[in-house]
């Protein structure tokens, strides 16, 4: 079993700029792909970032493609989302996942919250004019 802990919320103007971690307890996550999504009041919970469990390749969604970047510290155990240039559109709950099932390869493409064995809580980030 696996524990997921997103931190680095928070209240940003826009333009801003944040770093969510992701640190995971219970179970190495170095060699598996991990992921990002995100859910906004009143819609589905959406990707965002991945990063393959080897190779280090990495994967995002259209709406963050240059403004944020998915990197991942096996020493520490943790997956970041360091977030630039935010928009008020980016305002949702973040939350990270692990995929277990392919172990040490390095698919990145993994779109779908299916595509994950565990979860994390989420983060609340909040983004104003």
């Known amino acids: 079993q696996v524990q997921l802990v997103e931190s680095g919320g928070g209240l940003v103007q826009a333009g801003g700029s944040l770093r969510l971690s992701c640190a995971a307890s219970g179970r190495i996550i170095s060699g598996y792909a991990m992921g990002w999504f995100r859910q906004a009041p009143g819609k589905e919970r959406e990707f965002v970032a991945a990063?393959?469990?080897?190779?280090?390749?990495?994967y995002y969604a259209d709406s963050v493609k240059g403004r944020f970047t998915i990197s991942r510290d096996n020493a520490k155990n943790t997956v970041y989302l360091q977030m630039n240039s935010l928009k008020p559109e980016d305002t949702a709950v973040y939350y990270c996942?692990?995929?277990?099932?392919?172990?040490?390869?390095?698919?990145?493409?993994?779109?779908?919250?299916?595509?994950?064995?565990?979860w994390g809580q989420g983060t609340q980030v909040v983004v104003s004019l």
């Open positions: 996942a692990v995929r277990f099932r392919t172990p040490y390869y390095s698919g990145v493409r993994y779109l779908h919250q299916s595509d994950y064995d565990y």
């Open positions: 990063v393959s469990g080897t190779a280090g390749s990495t």
